[in-house]
């Protein structure tokens, strides 16, 4: 299969004009309130994010739409939550990336944490990625894709998209 590149960029550049407004208008939300995934290890999830990547647990309460589920959150930063469920007793199968599923999550973090960071993926021997020097691409312990990026929030590859 043969992709015309030009004729998507080309596409690209239409939707930027007719839709990128030039005096953007406030957005209706207050933010990203949480973004949630599942664990199959409450423990093991609390592991990996709180002591390897640093994004403190901030509560575990129970799920109110599955009786014996836990719902529990990670400070992702400026005002941002990281949430999982587990769900004892049914079984959802491994993490599967899939059309219209979740492809990955971009945390920002700073250069210096970012390094640090990026050292204790090694030591830990978690398989990642390293793409333009700014981002990192790894998986948690239930194959949901991660990024770490340097980028400062609002820019992108030195972009500013917000």
């Known amino acids: 299969m043969t992709i015309d590149y030009a004729s998507i960029e080309a596409r690209r550049a ?10 953007r208008p406030s957005s209706s939300a207050r933010g990203l309130h949480h973004v949630a995934l599942v664990s199959s290890d409450v423990e093991r999830t609390i592991t990996f994010y709180q002591d390897l990547l640093e994004f403190p647990l901030t509560e575990i ?3 109110r739409d599955y ?11 400026n005002g941002n939550l990281l ?3 587990d769900f ?11 059309l219209g599923g979740l492809h990955h ?3 920002s973090v700073d250069p210096a944490t970012w390094e640090r960071l990026r050292g ?13 020097g700014a981002s990192i691409y790894f998986k948690d312990p239930d194959g949901a894709r991660l990024e770490l990026l340097a980028d400062h929030l609002g820019e992108m590859y ?3 998209v917000m």
């Not at 239409?14 to 005096?23: G, S, T």
């Not at 004892?88 to 899939?98: A, K, Q, S």
């Not at 204790?120 to 333009?132: D, F, N, R, T, W």
């Open 105 to 107: 999550i971009a945390i």
């Open 61 to 63: 309460i129970d799920n």
């Open 83 to 85: 949430a999982f469920f």
């Open 158 to 160: 030195g972009a500013r």
């Open 88 to 98: 004892p007793g049914l079984d959802l199968g491994p993490y599967r990336e899939v």
């Open 14 to 23: 239409e939707l930027r004009r007719r839709h990128v407004l030039p005096h």
């Open 67 to 77: 009786k014996g589920s836990s719902h529990f959150f990670f400070d992702i930063g």
């Open 120 to 132: 204790k993926l090694e030591m830990a021997g978690v398989p990642h990625q390293i793409e333009s």
